[in-house]
């Protein structure tokens, strides 16, 4: 199934082209594909788009996220709007077609997830809804990571490094889909060990990105401010710095100075 509104670059209209060219492509190559033009930043649009797949191929393995806008704003010139369409697409489109596909996925104890986010989560003057929105993708993804596992379900993020339609401009030559394809496909592939973890990908270079927590500095008694500000490099220092695999992993970590409770 290959679902494209087929809006414009920030978001508007509908245009049925696109999915109907990726479709031809497909099909070109000897594949079978059916071309879809719901909304997914809708919940009856994600569930379309899952629905359809099933009745079409007869089950539904693997889910890519990748429908995207973007309204170029700095701040505070990204208003309530502006925000809100970004959120619509990129974090509630990426939730609600999840959603849908999920009790296919526990039915059959297996599916793969391979959610977008993107390098401007480092921050961009002028990219402040898109980044809030790709971040938002990172937490639904690390979540649904650890609420799967255990049934066959992996979820990962690929952070994708090209020249398409929507990131027309700049870049070099070689930045193509097709650089970043064998990423999205190995994540989406029955093999591979990833779960939750987040992938950039692009002009041949294949990185992992990823959370981590520096051990921190451990305070005996009341802290203050003056404590924070005198051990400030200490708290920095990134040299045995750690990945937690989820929040209880985390919190056992960040808490293990403390005295075990009783009982």
């Known amino acids: 199934m290959v679902n494209d509104l087929g809006g414009t670059l920030d978001g508007d209209g509908a245009d049925a082209s696109p999915a109907a060219e990726v479709v031809a492509t497909i099909v070109g190559a000897g594949g079978s594909a059916l071309a879809d033009f719901s909304d997914?930043?809708?919940?009856?649009?994600a569930q379309s788009v899952v629905d359809t797949a099933v009745s079409e191929f007869g089950r539904l393995d693997i889910l890519i996220n990748n429908a995207g806008i973007i309204r170029w704003a700095g701040f505070?010139?990204?208003?309530?709007?502006?925000?809100?369409?970004h959120l619509a697409v990129h974090t509630v489109g990426s939730f609600l077609t999840a959603r849908a596909a999920w009790p296919h996925f526990v039915?059959?104890?297996?599916?793969?997830?391979?959610?977008?986010?993107?390098?401007?989560?480092?921050?961009?003057?002028?990219?402040?809804?898109?980044?809030?929105?790709?971040?938002g993708v990172i937490g639904l993804t690390r979540s649904l990571a650890t609420a799967?596992?255990?049934?066959?379900?992996?979820?990962?993020?690929?952070?994708?490094?090209?020249?398409?339609?929507?990131?027309?401009?700049g870049g070099a030559a070689e930045?193509?889909?097709?650089q970043v394809a064998p990423m999205v496909a190995y994540l989406a592939h029955e093999s591979c060990p990833a779960n939750g973890e987040m992938y950039a990908a692009g002009a041949g270079r294949f990185a992992r990105m990823y959370l981590a927590s520096t051990p921190g500095y451990v305070h005996d008694g009341e802290a203050s401010i003056e404590d924070v500000a005198a051990h400030w490099d200490a708290i920095n220092d990134v040299t045995d710095s750690y990945i937690p695999r989820d929040l209880l992993q985390w919190s056992r970590t960040f808490l293990s100075h403390l005295p075990p409770t009783e009982g």
Do not use: C, H, W
């Open 40 to 45: 997914i930043s809708t919940a009856d649009g």
């Open 76 to 85: 505070p010139e990204a208003d309530e709007d502006n925000l809100q369409r």
């Open 107 to 135: 039915s059959q104890q297996y599916g793969r997830i391979v959610m977008t986010t993107s390098s401007g989560v480092f921050g961009l003057p002028t990219n402040i809804s898109y980044a809030t929105a790709k971040g």
């Open 148 to 169: 799967g596992y255990k049934q066959g379900i992996k979820v990962n993020l690929i952070a994708p490094a090209a020249v398409t339609r929507m990131a027309a401009e």
């Open 175 to 178: 930045m193509t889909p097709d």
